[in-house]
T-cell receptor, first 117, second 115 residues
Framework: EAGVTQFPSHSVIEKGQTVTLRCDPI?????LYWYRRVMGKEIKFLLH????????ESGMPNNRFLAERTGGTYSTLKVQPAELEDSGVYFC???????????????FGPGTRLTVL | GESVGLHLPTLSVQEGDNSIINCAYS??????FIWYKQESGKGPQFIID?????DKRQGQRVTVLLNKTVKHLSLQIAATQPGDSAVYFC??????????????FGKGTKLSVIP
């Protein structure tokens, strides 16, 4: 079974440009999460999709970040315009069990390293 | 690597010895905890989990202990091998409302195994 995949693995952009990150969850996983780790900080939650719906976006830092999951399969995270402080590693995770269960294990992708110059 | 700038606690152990990695969590209402292993250039990899109604759980060469009184988790790795070298994170699954849970990660501990 394929794991969570993310594309690209690394992106280097100029401040003010736009970048779109993609995540393909494990097949059949309805829950999809985005996390990020910026320099010197812990891994932090960004948002949670259940199928195509945003269940919790409390961790999104500001309106420069837009996440979508059309069709409930893969997800994209767009940063527009990118700022220097957006540099970090963006992780996607997916899980299988039904909403509301605290014990659904989240499986992570390899991450996308974003560098904003 | 991505840990540059993040000053992680480091644990160095001799190959074959046992390792113990500790973690304090924040939310007394958390009922599910996970240990993840992250190798350089990879995402966090699930190792073992434990529910709050347990105080110990064993896997293959790994044991997790949970002390709810002092909000403390530990990960024990038996007969540590060079392939165990990585950063280890504990995470608690916290209810964020609207039927959603989110993982809150600790800072991580870097384990270095000396051959």
């Amino acid at each position: 079974e394929a794991g969570v995949t993310q594309f690209p693995s690394h992106s280097v952009i100029e401040k003010g440009q736009t970048v779109t990150l993609r995540c393909d969850p494990i097949s059949g996983h309805d829950n999809l999460y985005w996390y990020r780790r910026v320099m010197g900080k812990e891994i932090k939650f960004l948002l949670h999709f259940v199928k195509e719906s945003k269940q919790d976006e409390s961790g999104m830092p500001n309106n420069r970040f837009l996440a979508e999951r059309t069709g409930g399969t893969y997800s994209t995270l767009k940063v527009q315009p990118a700022e220097l402080e957006d540099s970090g590693v963006y992780f996607c995770a997916s899980s299988q069990l039904l909403l509301g269960y605290s014990t659904d294990t989240q499986y992570f992708g390899p991450g996308t390293r974003l560098t904003v110059l | 690597g991505e840990s540059v700038g993040l000053h992680l606690p480091t644990l160095s152990v001799q190959e074959g010895d046992n390792s113990i990695i500790n973690c304090a969590y924040s939310n007394s209402a958390s009922d599910y905890f996970i240990w993840y292993k992250q190798e350089s250039g990879k995402g966090p990899q699930f190792i073992i989990d434990i529910r709050s109604n347990m105080d110990k759980r064993q896997g293959q060469r790994v044991t997790v202990l949970l002390n709810k009184t002092v909000k403390h988790l530990s990960l024990q790795i038996a007969a540590t091998q060079p392939g165990d070298s990585a950063v280890y994170f504990c995470a608690e699954n916290i209810y964020s409302g609207a039927g959603s849970y989110q993982l809150t990660f600790g800072k991580g501990t870097k384990l270095s195994v000396i051959p």
